[in-house]
């Protein structure tokens, strides 16, 4: 097996990965909880570019890849994470997920320039200037923390797709850019202070979702009023019956959607 490029051992209780060290020609490696504690000898596959190791919430931090160099995607989702100082040592790194780990420190992350594509949702995280130099993001998710403040955000003007659903941001305007390209702005169960920023993006993009919105005096043709998945159709109803009031007589299509909020 020691030509093998790729490995998959997932939803596995693996108590001893030593064998791994021998591959040392994996270049994709899935680990999707596994119940790890020691991954030391990992850094012996240096030729790695693709690694999750999501789901293990007992490894003892990162600093012993630090020959990992090559990797391009690291995964480590719900890993109870709380410092990643070592991840700047992945200098080629493009994609970087780290989904559900509270209480996590993104100072770190200014130095990954060259990432694209990078997902924070549920991070417990209020501020985002560490975000502020990586100016080749393309993909950014920020759903389910405590932002308020996006003006680190209006340096990203590659940005094509951004989540910031379920947040505390009150003004979008740092990110008003992204509503003059091909861009999809995920916003919603956010708290704004007025209806400016949400109605100057919706008269440039195709769609805006407006769940839980404090939106007044809409002056629309086309309005979505999108409820999560776990929604009930009573709160939907209740939904609409809140916005009516406010509707002009220009609207011509209502869309309200119990399903994705994002499209």
Known sequence: MINLQELDISNNKLHD????????????????????QDIIVLSYLKELEELDLSANPNINGLCFLHNLTKIKILCL?????QKIASIQQFINLQQLELFGNQDLDITPLQYLK??????????GIYDISPLGPLVNLKWLELY??????IDPLQQ????TYLDLSCNAVHDFSPISFMSQQKSRICKT???????????????KMKRIYTTNFSLRQLNQ??????????????????????????FSNKLVLLTLNSGSDCQ
Do not use: E, W
């Open 156 to 159: 990203l003007v590659n940005l």
């Open 189 to 203: 169960n956010n708290q704004c202070q007025s209806s400016t920023d949400a109605v100057d993006l919706a008269r």
């Open 114 to 123: 060259q990432i694209t594509k990078l997902i924070l949702n549920d991070c």
């Open 221 to 246: 043709k086309r309005l979505s009023i999108s409820a999560r998945l776990y929604s009930k159709l009573d709160q939907i109803s209740q939904k609409f019956n809140n916005y009516r009031m406010h």
């Open 144 to 149: 389910g923390n405590q932002i308020i403040n």
């Open 17 to 36: 990965i030593s064998p791994l060290q021998y591959l040392v020609n994996l270049r994709k490696l899935q680990m999707n909880q596994c119940s790890l």
């Open 77 to 81: 989702n719900k890993c109870k994470l």
